[in-house]
């Protein structure tokens, strides 16, 4: 706990690895997915009003992340039964991690977590197939950020 | 950053355009026919066209939100199908008139409805003809940072208000002066 940083991880640091549940009965680790690109978006919380959210969005690109190889991991601190209900509702085809016990702790790790508001940033990370951040993004938390950064860093990996 | 971008793909050729071709602005919409949002937007963009005839002109791009919305697919592909028989802005006009029934047999009456060669206009539908032209708009919108819809550009900076005709006219005054 003693090593948290207090600002966004930059390009350049080693990904925190974590294990957090994607199911009741399964779990995800980051370092599954070593040898390939993975794009991490933390994000404030499941049920948004915006029509046309971010996960959403990402769900319609997924086979432009599939051409680079790369994983999308989706993360907020809601539990794990409403991330089934959400993902089922919007169809997705991607995971979603619950960062709910200890709350938002890879959030943490990772920079990402609003202490005030007990969720965690609207933050995306792009990391290399060695497990190294080569791009990362604080949104404000009101604006989908889109996938425009998010494909343009995936490029410049190549 | 990533938000503020403008327009990736400019406005050529293969754009469905309405308006002046000399027109001094270029307002591009990635919507969806079967957003709400979307829905809402339209009748403020066709008044918008009405009450500038000289300066401003309609781009059209698809951007289907296609797994929360069942029909937006079909709605965009029955759009260029009709595009494809001289037909794309009445078809808009048809889809956005009718937001909330967009199955494939009410797509196939508005086909019948606007005098289109129904064996056609089914099979492109159905055969999905344009995809690749939907498509093509839909990855157009993601580089230039669309996030959501509806999304407008004027001459190719992104637009950031509200979608009602007062707040659109405004900035496109701005953009006149």
């Known amino acids: ?31 599954e997915f070593r040898g390939k690109p993975v794009v991490l978006a933390f994000y404030p919380a499941d049920w948004s009003p915006v029509c046309g959210d971010q996960m959403s969005l990402y769900n319609e690109i997924f086979s432009e992340f599939k051409e680079f190889d790369a994983q999308i991991i989706g993360i907020s601190v809601d539990n794990i039964w409403s991330h089934l209900a ?28 609003r202490e005030k508001d007990g969720v965690t940033e609207r933050a995306l990370f792009v990391i290399d197939k060695n497990g190294i951040i080569r791009w990362s993004y604080l949104s404000p938390v009101g604006v989908n950020p889109g996938a425009d950064g998010i494909l343009e860093a995936l490029e410049n990996l190549e | 950053m990533s938000v503020k971008k403008g327009l990736s793909l400019p406005v050529g050729e293969r754009d469905w355009v309405t308006g002046p071709e000399n027109a001094r602005i270029t307002l591009v919409e990635y919507g969806d026919f ?54 794309f802005w009445e ?86 002066k």
């Open chain 1, 86 to 113: 959400f993902s089922k509702h919007n169809k997705l085809k991607f995971s979603i991690l619950s960062d709910f016990e200890p709350k938002g702790q890879t959030a943490k790790e990772y920079g990402a977590y």
């Open chain 2, 34 to 87: 079967e957003c709400p949002q979307c829905g809402k937007a339209y009748p403020a963009v066709k008044e918008l066209l009405a009450d500038f005839p000289e300066d401003v002109r309609l781009v059209f791009r698809h951007f289907p939100l296609k797994t929360i919305h069942d029909n937006a697919e079909n709605a965009a592909l029955a759009a260029e199908a009709a595009g494809h028989q001289g037909k």
């Open chain 2, 91 to 176: 078809m808009h006009s048809m889809l956005f008139e009718n937001r909330f029934n967009l199955e494939p047999d009410d797509l196939f009456s508005y086909g019948t409805q606007l005098g289109l060669d129904s064996v056609m206009f089914e099979q492109d539908i159905l055969e999905k003809t344009y995809s690749k032209k939907v498509t093509e708009d839909f990855r157009s919108g993601v580089r230039s940072g669309v996030n959501g819809t509806p999304t407008f550009f004027i001459n190719g900076d992104r637009y950031n208000g509200l979608f009602y005709k007062w707040d659109l006219s405004e900035a496109i005054k701005k953009y006149l």
């Open chain 1, 1 to 31: 706990m003693s090593n948290l940083p207090n600002e966004l991880l930059k390009p350049g640091t080693e990904a925190p690895d974590f294990c957090l549940p994607s199911t009741p009965d399964q779990k995800v680790s980051l370092s």
